[in-house]
């Protein structure tokens, strides 16, 4: 198995969360924005907290072998307990698909203004997705060692840009109103929750892929650092015009009130950064129903079907499911991370020891 150096875990860890929500501003400011200056403090909350739990999982696996997501977390054999969270997780990732996909689809339709053009993107990014995914988590890496960086430094610099044009922020009170968040800290555990429930199956492994745990740490770590960065960036970058939080891609807008280039390249970015996302969660679906002889001797069809249903059902909606379905989630998740955090100290109990 090829081993991954830090610096790489750190941005396939930053990877798995840079998703159309993430990197396209409606979900970082419908989580944190949305609560006022405040909400900062709930994004360095989450960052942290999602750094602490993707070490947790990667070196639980590293420490047992175990890559199922169900056995991660609930360690006994209980084939009941192990299908209903096996449902669970693999509801939720197909669910992220699906607004993954809308977020491509609003994408397309964004930048040229054309309704038309959303189910027809659409579908070629599915097909598209639906082939690189047959390499597995080891695809993810490649794209995410050369796309993160990029897209980390070019939102920091359109942040740096946008509030020094802009010569102040605009956060005022909240505004938020939804129901499931009523505030930046239950907001931080909601989205720590969902983040990291979607996330197992591919976060997990790659604590087999490294060196020792020391590596462990210090990419998550980096990770950590990194994503707090990119997040603390994209909401600034929103507060200083406020206005595009009300379009399904914020960022986009804002970069299109600063410059048609810009606007272009960061969507090249954030089309990438959608597609690993994607991948992050898609991949690990197939996979959990290859269990079936039926379906692993049919993998391709079964994968292509299960695009096409994600097709249909990216008709939904892109900023009415991100305040939807990753609230939900993330309650649903709470206990997972419960049963994680027992798993952790279970196995450091059994085995203190670098194995």
Known sequence: MK?????QLAFTFIGCFLGAGFVSGQELWQFFGSFGSS???GALLASALLCLFAGILMIISRKTGITDMEKIIYW???PVLEAILGIIEIVFMFSIYIVM??????LA???TGWHWVKPVF???FCAALTAVSLGGVGGLVGIFSKVMPVLTIMAIAISAAAVFRAGDLSFGVSTNDNPLMVNWGIAAFTYLSYNILCAIGVIAPMGRMMKNTRGIVIGAVIGCAVLFA???AIILAVATMPETALTELPMIAVCANMHPVLEYVYAVLLFCAMFGASMSVFVPIPDFFCRFKAVKKHRLPFACALSFIAWLGSNLGFSKLIGTVYPVFGYIGAAALVLIVIHFFKVIKKSPTEV
């Open 76 to 78: 006994k054999d209980a």
């Open 122 to 124: 659409s579908a070629i």
């Open 230 to 232: 990119i997040s603390s």
């Open 39 to 41: 909400g900062l403090f």
């Open 3 to 7: 081993q991954l150096k830090p610096w």
């Open 101 to 106: 996909i809308a977020g491509a689809g609003s």
């Open 109 to 111: 339709e964004q930048l």
